[in-house]
């Protein structure tokens, strides 16, 4: 049996064939990358939930998930992109199910900020998160791993299985869309 306190570093030879054996029904196997996981997943779920109970929630919600689906998972994409894949959509439920909006409302009010600078700065993040949602998925989770969670280009590039230029440059693209759509009713109010 796994000790599932004890994470260990697996190489990618030994992730595939651990993917391989669980998805053949090995418990041990499994348990083997639960732990080898369980670390990286539970920091990527406290980054993004309220509390840090709901993460462990997460994480064990996002397991079960993977048991369930592993026997039908795509043996050629890595398995940790497609378990961070699993963790992402178990976060997103989180927020769906709980009707939790993220953002800066979700922040405590700032000491001695006027009512105006609160209307600004939810004006702001209303059209950030506008913005954002234009973005294309890549686009998207290359700015929260480099951005938010600060991965460098190669472990991203691991992730999305791309090269780490592809990467910065799928980033470059995602900062200039979020410029330009945060920087045109600026524009539009200085030319009207």
Not at 67 to 95: C, E, G, M
Not at 101 to 118: F, K, R
Request: glycine fraction near 4%; aromatic fraction near 6%; hydrophobic fraction near 45%.
């Amino acid at each position: 049996m796994v000790d599932a306190s004890v994470a260990p570093t697996l190489t990618p030879d030994e992730v595939r064939q651990l993917a391989a054996h669980a998805a053949l029904g090995d418990r041990d196997a499994f348990g083997a990358l639960c732990a080898a996981y369980r670390h990286d997943l539970l920091a990527y779920a406290r980054r993004r939930l309220p509390q840090p109970e709901d993460a462990e929630d997460v994480l064990q919600v996002t397991f079960l998930k993977a048991l369930r689906s592993i026997h039908k998972r795509d043996q050629s994409r890595p398995f940790n992109v497609w378990l961070f894949h699993i963790a992402s959509n178990t976060i997103t439920d989180f927020y769906r199910t709980r009707k939790i909006t993220a953002g800066l409302d979700a922040l405590p009010d700032p000491v001695g900020s006027s009512a105006e600078e609160q209307a600004l700065a939810s004006h702001l993040d209303a059209r950030l998160e506008a913005a954002f949602v234009q973005l294309t998925a890549r686009q998207r989770w290359v700015i929260r791993l480099r951005v938010i969670e600060g991965h460098s280009y190669e472990e991203i590039a691991e992730r999305l299985n791309c090269s780490a230029g592809a990467a910065r440059a799928t980033q470059m693209r995602a900062l200039q869309a979020l410029r330009a759509a945060l920087e045109a009713p600026a524009a539009e109010r200085l030319a009207g």
